[in-house]
């Protein structure tokens, strides 16, 4: 996972969606990520998973994956992340959140490609394709 400290470029200036911890906010005109994404908030409402069919700039309270960033279906992906519980967090900082740590700390069972097949095939929120 990764998260863009980036500043965001002007709101509103084209139609790439902005995702924060609680999904998509408003649009811009570049993104920091490949087509599709997994987002997860990291603030606010952290641990929340959100699926962004055409790419996004995913802000700096949120932790992202593309394909840049692992080889494994994205949209397989997407559903096991749902199942760790991802927004019970932390609550021992002052202001509770996601530690990427933690995250990196999570361990999710790869199916046998064969199996693997039919549950990508499953259309996150918002998927065409």
Do not use: H
């Amino acid at each position: 996972m990764r998260s863009d400290t980036a500043a965001m470029p002007p709101e509103f200036a084209g139609d790439v969606p902005v995702f924060g911890s609680n999904g998509q906010y408003a649009t811009t005109s570049a993104r920091n990520t490949d087509v599709p994404a997994i987002v997860v908030g990291r603030k606010g409402s952290y641990g929340k998973v959100n699926w962004a069919p055409d790419g996004c700039f995913a802000s700096d309270t949120t932790f992202f994956v593309d394909e840049r960033l692992t080889t494994t279906n994205l949209r397989w992906l997407y559903w096991s992340l749902q199942t760790l519980g991802l927004d019970e967090g932390s609550q021992e900082a002052a202001v509770p959140g996601l530690n990427r740590e933690s995250v990196y700390e999570e361990r999710i069972c790869l199916p046998a490609a064969k199996l693997l097949s039919p549950i990508s095939y499953a259309k996150p929120p918002g998927s065409t394709v």
